[in-house]
């Protein structure tokens, strides 16, 4: 007999449906196993589908597992953001409850919503851990651009759940023509076993201007990357891009490329973001549906 899960389709990071970055959310994946959410995530082939469980921890209000076609992830932005507007939406978090936390892979990560007739949720960044500098030329080779095109900042890994490697660029333009096929990541990647994403940006009045490729995880090209938005502003404070005070807030502006354009907001806490760096935006709900499986 098939077992029928129901899911929802929302769009991340975007006010606009069929912009920002979409999402699935299994709202009730009990007794589901992890190999059957894995081949569902590569059968629907967004960027992430995640699978809402129990909580194990008292601090939680429920259990998310994220998938990308490719992988299991211990953390990601838009589908922490998109799930808690699901559960919210559907009365699973009460309307009144402004501040809670999701159970994933890498911990308890806290949210938070700016209630109003289209809620902005927040998430905290989990803890950024910070990892080897590149070589500007390599990276420069392997994004298809001249090396005059990187700012004079070395890219950096960072990892606050997802390793991301950060390069600034010059311009909107470098932004546009970078691109990072399978081969080019194994170049830049080397002998590390870690899989990793690389996240280009040029800086911009508002904020930055950027796109993000995972091609290892099964995303060629990502249209918002909340987990890489927290680590971005990190090495943006740590090269002086931006103000490292409290308070201080910029947009990240992705997808555009692609024709899926997102808005990333980001707020630093605390002065070089000691209280947390919070990374929110809007949610656009698209499609309800029903899945049968007979396995």
């Not at 975007?14 to 190999?35: K, P, R, W």
């Not at 081949?39 to 209000?61: G, K, Y």
């Not at 070589?135 to 005059?148: P, T």
């Not at 947390?276 to 029903?290: D, K, Q």
Request: charged fraction near 20%; glycine fraction near 10%.
């Amino acid at each position: 007999m098939a077992q029928r899960y129901t899911y929802r389709v929302v769009d991340v990071f975007t006010q606009q449906a069929l912009e920002g970055n979409s999402l699935a959310v299994f709202t009730d994946a009990s007794g589901m196993e992890l190999t059957t959410m894995q081949r569902i995530a590569r059968e629907l082939n967004l960027t992430e589908t995640t699978f809402v469980l129990p909580a194990t921890r008292s601090d939680c209000i429920a259990r998310v597992r994220i998938f990308t076609p490719g992988k299991e992830l211990a953390f990601a932005g838009h589908p922490t953001i998109g799930t808690a507007f699901v559960l919210r939406d559907e009365g699973r978090v009460p309307a009144t409850m402004s501040d809670f936390s999701l159970e994933e892979n890498v911990g308890p990560v806290a949210v938070r919503v700016d209630a109003g007739e289209r809620p902005m949720i927040w998430l905290t960044t989990p803890p950024i851990e910070t990892g080897r500098v590149y070589d500007s030329g390599l990276v420069a080779k392997v994004l298809g651009l001249n090396e005059n095109e990187l700012l004079g900042f070395k890219p950096q890994l960072l990892n606050a759940g997802n390793p991301t490697v950060l390069v600034a660029l010059r311009d909107r333009e470098a932004v546009d023509r970078a691109w990072l096929d399978l081969a080019g990541m194994r170049q830049l990647r080397g002998a590390d076993p870690v899989l990793m994403c690389v996240f280009v940006f040029t800086p911009t009045p508002e904020g930055v201007y950027s796109r993000m490729f995972a091609p290892e995880y099964g995303i060629p090209e990502d249209p918002a990357t909340g987990s890489s938005t927290g680590p971005l502003a990190a090495y943006m404070m740590q090269h002086g891009m931006i103000s490292n005070s409290a308070g201080t807030r910029m947009v990240s502006e992705q997808g555009t490329k692609m024709g899926r354009r997102g808005m990333l907001h980001v707020h630093i806490r605390g002065k070089n973001g000691v209280e947390g760096i919070e990374v929110g935006g809007y949610t656009t709900p698209l499609a309800n549906a029903t899945m049968s499986l007979a396995l």
